[in-house]
């Protein structure tokens, strides 16, 4: 269930919204208005003080910028969130190869991500799997690096990314978005 969360934005930020319903202040009157976006909004913004409520499913709390990985032996999927912190997009796959941490260290720093979210794989049963040591090793080399890093468990991604899409070079920046949305769903 999605509880309310009350945010107070700029009409930039109105604009990237869902429909929701705002109460606008003027003169000791609060109106309470169902709305979607458009122009109508901006001249709201400009002459009143606009107060929004919208189901926390559409925002991650502090509205900053994640990044995901789904670690993998041979592959690692990259996605983040887009620039309003909303939305979990797939970026790239990169190789699990000996400088896979200072490429992660690069593209955190190209998505400008506040911090990782970072797929746990684990059996069906919740006991770690033959991959879960090598993740909270990456997990300590990462906090090692000054990052903060949340597990987020994970299950069968990559298999549901190649349900929706097929096969593709994507296939684990698919499987990483979906951990990010799951990972924003939640918080």
Do not use: W
């Amino acid at each position: 269930m999605a509880m309310n969360q009350y945010f107070c934005l700029n009409s930039a930020a109105l604009q990237r919204a869902k429909p929701f319903q705002i109460i606008v202040h003027n003169n000791n009157m609060a109106i309470k208005i169902d709305i979607t976006l458009g122009s109508r909004l901006r001249l709201l913004a400009n002459k009143f003080i606009v107060c929004v409520s919208m189901p926390l499913l559409y925002y991650n709390q502090a509205m900053i910028k994640l990044m995901s990985i789904d670690y993998g032996e041979k592959r690692v999927g990259i996605a983040s969130t887009d620039e309003s912190g909303t939305f979990a997009l797939p970026r790239v796959v990169l190789p699990n190869t000996p400088d896979l941490l200072d490429k992660v260290m690069e593209l955190k720093n190209i998505y400008k991500a506040e911090k990782i979210i970072l797929g746990d794989s684990k059996n069906l049963d919740g006991k770690p799997n033959p991959i879960s040591e090598k993740i909270n090793q990456f997990k300590e080399a990462l906090e090692a690096s000054g990052v903060e890093v949340v597990l987020h468990p994970e299950v069968f991604t990559t298999m549901e990314a190649k349900q929706i899409q097929g096969q593709t070079d994507m296939t684990d920046a698919s499987a990483a978005s979906l951990i990010l949305k799951s990972y924003i769903d939640s918080n």
